[in-house]
């Protein structure tokens, strides 16, 4: 239970030790006491994130700061951000379970919580150093959310140690952050989202009346951004792009300044930052910030439909909940609760569960289709994943010292005691079912409120309302509240129903496309099967060409084609496709059907059928075709408009290793048709004439871009659509070798090579790559920057392309990976070393490391031949060696022959091949020595030269040479 006499709301009036008056907000939240969620979607999603972060083992959670501070440190590493220090959670985590302790009362949450400090506390070094390892990469960042755990566990655990471990960090963070608030956009890593602090740092404030807080808190406050709202500016006036979330998470500080200080301006900010959201960047699910990022325009914000990843889920959330909160308390305004109702049905409410740490880090809104996914293991989003849901239990009822509000429509209790008498709610109902919603009082005695309830944005009549079953005059205020006002009694009972159909939601209020449709407060997404039809759809006339489909809550279908079915967005599971905005050009590719007898892998489908076929029309003025090479596959005939546009021969080496394209250009856009029909033939060197389609994809593109850059698009499109800088799960195929760039980077030469430059911070390039290893080529200069590499979504290492001498080649080689296929990501930081004037990072390509890197054990020095111009490696020392992995069916050893050399040993794959004596008999040194394998099996194979130590009896020497090894393909 918590002890009510240490809690203090945010929103009331409260008066600390330092003499500040706190502001009396108009009405106030219950902070989760007597709040308790009843059987519904949310209770579910709240039980089920409850028992998914109960499941954490304490062990895990602590083993890197138990290991930092050289404690014993059982237990597993729980790997993805969280084992990269990678904007840590863990304060997080200790928030969401704390809220979810005050949210169902569930001890084990508070055991939790008060056992993960105590042992935490432990590791917290003598100066107050805290972090999960020595090398953290966000230290404004996780300090802030260590600040929100602390400062929750007080709160909603009481826990005991909360409030000194939050004074000995603080004093860590008062010393150590670095004070320069450089705009996050250009910010290196030391600089992470400091315009966040402020709001935590108020809270402890307010939770401890120590000045220290609130002067640390008033360094981080980001009036440069916050004002631009309260003066009615153009955020695009001042930087071209922003981080969205983190954006709005800051401008929960102006709330947190605003019961503090309860200046106007902050109060301006919140209003004026909420309707910007919501009229300019925000899609009709509530979500925001495609990739992350504001977008500005209407058109940009279209634009981003084309692609995925459109609004970062949990933390997004998590930002507008609070903000929802501060402006629906401090306004007394109802308008402020429809983005809360919003985002429960269709952000974080319908976000998908943990799969093994991975979460449904964005919801995706493309045209294209789209499905749910968890990626990105312990990242950020799992951070607020809990804190969000837990915040449910404080969204639902507010009061004032003489009336109750109802803000959420969800089945729910509340316990209230007004004018000295317990006021207890039950209400029931789905708004989803069209039910009526439904409110039960008891009274300790009766009792005289004013009852209220929000009326949503959306309804589409006037609501009915009764009391005790009797219809009754209900007037909306002119703060959207519908209001009941007399003396209740127990057993009274409220319904209201408010009217809801089905409607569009225009990205651009000037454009019809694309729309969503919704049902009340419900965005709707069409399953697959019915997509041929759906640009056709006459939105004027939703609630006459569709019926609800009975016994699937929110779900229609189209009268006159019932394959055509809307269902709402959170229905859908994940990796199930959906169609959530329309606009015509959806049908560009998703008219195609396969006639014949096809079937179906994972990937693609197939058949061997002749005269099997794929018809349909597209829409633009390019098509691209898409398969997998089989040593067994044949060849197929593709039709445009009815004449023969090409043969394609899917015959590959190999078994589905690689993917091929076929594209063709038209001179005009419109309407064309399609087909491709399995001819039965092969080339010689094919066992079957199967044929493959993975995938096929039409565009129009502007007349002005020639074809060859039409297929670098659609590459790029691929790449980009599936592939996030940060994304910790490997991505869907892209082509091999082709580089990918995300960000701006601007065009430069190195000698003949054409060379990519940027600074941008969090500007990438990538690459997917096969066999066991890869070279980065870039240059270095005097302003060279910083950049991360990744690696199969795995951070490896950290590269400087500083160089005291512009114009330096450079050559990163990352080996030693299982051979297969893999991705590298080179990420900038947009910082760089002391020595550097700038954080330019200039790359020139990835190469192959094919053959791998030259690996020397034992001892080798640098020599150099002057009869043939080579340096090599020469070494005398018995077993020394030189090994090389490379692909091909042979290996050629490339030496030099002197009056000292030895006898060296060859080994293939391990096995002794050869000896090989290096001895030159004709007096002169250092003359070209070669020697070769051939015959081998067409793969991956390793050659060992070993210095044996031994020698022909004429040599005056041991020692073994090598110049080069090159794979003979
Ligand atoms: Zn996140």
Not at 207 to 222: E, P
Not at 321 to 326: P, R, T
Not at 476 to 483: A, F, G, I, P, Q
């Amino acid at each position: 239970m918590k002890i009510q006499i240490l809690k203090i709301a945010l929103c009331c009036l409260i008066v600390c030790s330092s003499c500040h008056i706190v502001l009396a907000s108009p009405i106030q939240t219950f902070d989760y006491n007597g709040v308790r969620l009843d059987n519904s979607r949310l209770k579910s999603q709240l039980d089920h994130v409850k028992s998914e972060y109960l499941s954490i083992p304490n062990d895990d959670l602590l083993k890197g700061f138990r290991q930092r501070a050289g404690l014993a440190a059982p237990g597993f590493n729980m790997g993805g951000w969280y084992s990269n220090d990678y904007f840590h959670v863990f304060g997080q985590i200790i928030s969401g379970l704390s809220r979810m302790y005050a949210a169902t009362g569930d001890a084990a949450c508070k055991a939790k919580v008060d056992y993960l400090i105590e042992e935490w506390e432990k590791t917290i070094s003598p100066d107050g150093f805290f972090y999960y390892t020595n090398n953290p990469n966000a230290r404004h960042y996780t300090y802030d959310k260590m600040v929100c755990g602390l400062v929750d566990a007080k709160l909603y655990c009481n826990n005991s140690r909360a409030v000194s471990c939050l004074n000995r960090i603080t004093d860590w963070a008062i010393v150590n952050l670095d004070q320069t608030r450089v705009y996050a956009y250009n910010a290196s890593n030391g600089n992470t989202e400091w315009y966040t602090l402020t709001e935590n740092l108020y809270r402890a404030y307010l939770l401890t009346g120590d000045q220290k807080y609130k002067d640390f808190g008033d360094i981080w406050a980001y009036s440069e951004f916050w004002d631009i709202f309260a003066n009615n500016g153009n955020i695009f006036d001042r930087w071209q792009a922003y981080h969205a979330y983190s954006h709005l998470n800051s401008v929960n500080g102006a709330g947190a300044e605003y019961l503090v200080k309860g200046q106007p301006q902050y109060l301006n900010t919140l209003v004026n930052a909420h309707d910007y959201w919501l009229t300019k960047e925000t899609y009709a699910s509530g979500g925001y910030g495609p990739r992350e990022y504001l977008q500005g325009s209407y058109d940009n914000l279209i634009s981003s439909l084309l692609g995925e990843s459109h609004f970062e889920t949990q933390c997004g959330s998590w930002a507008a909940f609070k903000l929802c909160k501060y402006l629906l308390t401090n306004t007394g305004d109802a308008r402020f609760g429809d983005w809360v109702e919003t985002l429960t049905y269709n952000g974080i409410g319908a976000s998908i569960g943990l799969e093994n740490g991975n979460v449904q880090y964005f919801s995706s809104y493309s045209i294209y289709g789209s499905s749910k996914k968890a990626i990105n293991k312990w990242s950020c989003c799992t951070g607020t994943r809990p804190q969000a849901v837990a915040d449910y239990a404080d969204l639902i009822w507010f009061k004032d010292p003489s009336n109750l509000y109802v803000n959420l429509y969800t089945p729910s209790s509340v316990n209230w005691i007004c004018d000295g008498k317990t006021v207890n709610v039950v209400q029931r109902g789905q708004l989803e079912a069209n039910d009526e919603i439904e409110f039960t009082l008891s009274v300790s005695l009766p009792v005289t409120f004013g009852f209220k309830f929000r009326v949503p944005n959306w309804i589409s009549g006037q609501p009915v309302v009764k009391i005790n079953d009797v219809v009754v005059q209900a007037n909306t205020n002119s703060n959207h509240w519908l209001e009941i006002s007399r003396q209740w009694q127990t057993n009274d009972k409220v319904s209201i129903a408010f009217p809801m159909n089905l409607r569009t939601k225009r990205v651009d209020p000037s454009k019809i496309y694309p729309y969503a449709i919704m049902y009340g407060p419900i965005f709707l997404a069409a399953e697959p099967k019915g997509l041929n039809s759906l640009a056709s759809i006459n939105y004027n006339q939703l609630n006459l060409d569709f019926v609800p489909v009975s016994d699937r809550i929110g779900t229609f279908v189209r009268k006159n084609n019932p394959e055509l079915i809307l269902k709402p967005y959170y229905a859908y599971e994940a990796g199930e496709k959906y169609f959530a905005y329309i606009d015509p050009r959806m049908d560009d590719y998703s008219g195609f059907t396969f006639v014949g007898s096809w079937s179906g892998s994972g990937q693609f489908r197939y058949t061997n059928s002749t005269g099997s076929k794929i018809e349909g029309k597209f829409y633009g003025n390019y098509i691209k075709v898409e398969w997998s090479k089989f040593n067994d596959a044949g060849k197929a005939e593709i039709k445009i408009d009815g004449q023969v546009a090409g043969i394609i021969d899917q015959y590959g080496p190999c078994r589905g290793c690689e993917n091929a394209v076929w594209t063709y250009c038209l001179p005009n856009g419109g309407e064309h048709t399609f087909s491709l029909r399995v001819l039965g033939q092969k080339c010689e060197e094919s066992s079957n004439t199967y044929i493959n389609m993975v995938s096929i994809a039409a565009k129009d593109y502007k007349a002005d871009i020639n074809c060859d850059e039409k297929i670098d698009i659609a590459d790029l499109a691929i790449f980009y659509d599936t592939w996030l800088f940060d994304s910790t799960t490997i991505p869907e195929p892209v082509p091999i070798g082709t580089s990918f760039f995300n960000g701006s980077w601007s065009d430069g030469n190195f000698f003949n090579w054409s060379v990519k430059r940027t600074d941008q911070q969090d500007a990438f390039v990538g690459c997917a790559f096969n066999g066991t290893g890869t070279r980065l080529c870039g240059v270095g200069s005097k302003d060279g920057g910083l950049a991360e590499v990744w690696i199969d979504g795995s951070l490896i290492d950290t590269k400087d392309f500083y160089s005291s001498i512009d114009n330096t080649s450079l050559n990163f080689d990352f080996s030693g990976l299982q051979d297969g296929e893999h991705y590298i990501i080179l990420k900038v930081m947009g910082s760089h070393n002391p020595s550097s004037t700038g954080n330019i990072v200039s790359f020139l390509r990835f190469e192959p490391l094919d053959p791998g890197p030259m690996i020397r054990t034992g001892s080798w020095n640098g020599g150099y031949s002057v009869v043939t111009e080579q340096p090599f490696w020469y070494s005398s020392s018995t077993n020394a060696s030189i090994s090389r992995s490379f692909t091909g069916t042979g290996i050629k050893l490339i030496s030099t022959s002197w009056q000292d050399s030895g006898i060296a040993e060859i080994q293939i794959d391990g096995i002794v091949h050869t000896s090989l004596d290096l001895y030159q008999h004709n007096g002169v040194n250092g003359i070209p020595y070669e020697w070769e394998v051939t015959g081998l099996n067409n793969g991956t194979h390793t050659i060992l030269v070993r210095v044996t130590g031994t020698k022909n009896p004429l040599s005056g020497g041991n020692s073994v040479n090598v110049v080069d090894l090159v794979p003979i393909k």
